[in-house]
């Protein structure tokens, strides 16, 4: 099809429907067809109906108010009537929808705001929280490395503890073997040279039958100590 009439096509059908939109609207609108701009030219108006016979007036106990009409709005529809639309709303009613618009976007702002400054709120506090939370985690580790250190400690303790106790009680074994033989008179006699207590490791690390012979062996006034001794240590 030549590119000429497919446009000229085109352009008749637009056309025709937006007379046919016009029309519609003019007419929904209530204006007569014979009152529509340019098209209305086609049709003839209609004649005028004439006038009856004067109607007879009631009488005066017997009218009747008249009902209000409003006035009767001209048909006229023009180019730009059918994209003219009649506003639901008065000046006042509008009016007052915008400013309880402004009033419900200022609360929302307020509504805002608040939250906002309770999020700052928070915010703060968590951060405060965290901040207690690291220092309570390094106080613990303190205590964990503290404690560490005190059971170390502790072992160290317990290990020179015992190897001085270890070392006490050679001693006492090398001492004892210098009593293990011999007379018990002339023994016992050296044993009162060690106080009571030392005299009493030294006789516990000797056999209880030879212990016993160097204990008879010492003076009555010294013996009662020594025995005490040798006693509390069994």
Same mark, same amino acid.
């Not at 033989?181 to 040279?193: K, N, V």
């Given at each position: 099809?030549?590119?000429?009439?497919?446009?000229?096509?085109?352009?008749?059908?637009?056309?025709?429907?937006?007379?046919?939109? @016009?029309?519609?609207?003019?007419?929904?609108?209530?204006?007569?067809?014979?009152?529509?701009?340019?098209?209305? =030219?086609?049709?003839?108006?209609?004649?005028?109906?004439?006038?009856?016979?004067?109607?007879?007036?009631?009488?005066?106990?017997?009218?009747?108010?008249? =009902?209000?009409?409003?006035?009767?709005?001209?048909?006229?529809?023009?180019?730009?009537?059918? @994209?003219?639309?009649?506003?639901?709303?008065?000046?006042?009613?509008?009016?007052?929808?915008?400013?309880?618009? =402004?009033?419900?976007?200022?609360?929302?702002?307020?509504?805002?705001?608040?939250?906002?400054?309770? &999020?700052?709120?928070?915010?703060?506090?968590?951060?405060?929280? !965290?901040?207690?939370?690291?220092?309570?985690?390094?106080?613990?580790? !303190?205590?964990? %490395? @503290? &404690?560490?250190?005190? %059971?170390?400690?502790?072992?160290?303790?317990?290990?020179?503890?015992?190897?001085?106790?270890?070392?006490?009680?050679?001693?006492?074994?090398?001492?004892?073997?210098? @009593?293990?033989?011999?007379?018990?008179? %002339?023994?016992?006699?050296?044993?009162?040279?060690?106080?009571?207590? !030392?005299?009493?490791?030294?006789?516990?690390?000797?056999? &209880?039958?030879?212990?016993?012979?160097?204990?008879?062996?010492?003076?009555?006034?010294?013996?009662? !100590?020594?025995? %005490?001794?040798?006693?509390?240590?069994?």
């Amino acid at each position: 099809m030549n590119k000429v009439v497919k446009l000229v096509a085109i352009g008749l059908g637009a056309n025709a429907l937006f007379a046919v939109a @016009f029309v519609g609207s003019a007419l929904m609108r209530g204006a007569a067809f014979h009152e529509i701009p340019v098209i209305g =030219k086609l049709a003839q108006a209609p004649e005028a109906t004439p006038a009856g016979p004067a109607e007879e007036l009631p009488a005066p106990g017997e009218l009747q108010p008249e =009902k209000p009409f409003p006035p009767r709005r001209a048909a006229q529809a023009g180019v730009f009537d059918v @994209f003219r639309l009649q506003s639901p709303y008065s000046n006042r009613e509008l009016a007052k929808l915008v400013d309880e618009l =402004k009033g419900k976007i200022l609360e929302a702002d307020l509504r805002l705001a608040d939250l906002e400054e309770q &999020e700052e709120h928070l915010a703060e506090r968590q951060e405060v929280l !965290d901040e207690q939370f690291r220092t309570l985690q390094r106080m613990r580790t !303190d205590l964990e %490395e @503290f &404690e560490a250190e005190l %059971e170390a400690r502790s072992a160290e303790i317990a290990r020179d503890e015992a190897s001085a106790a270890q070392r006490g009680q050679e001693r006492w074994s090398t001492l004892a073997g210098l @009593f293990a033989e011999g007379d018990p008179e %002339e023994l016992s006699t050296r044993l009162q040279d060690y106080a009571p207590g !030392d005299a009493a490791r030294i006789l516990h690390a000797l056999p &209880e039958e030879r212990a016993r012979q160097l204990l008879a062996a010492l003076p009555e006034a010294q013996w009662k !100590d020594y025995a %005490e001794a040798y006693s509390a240590g069994e």
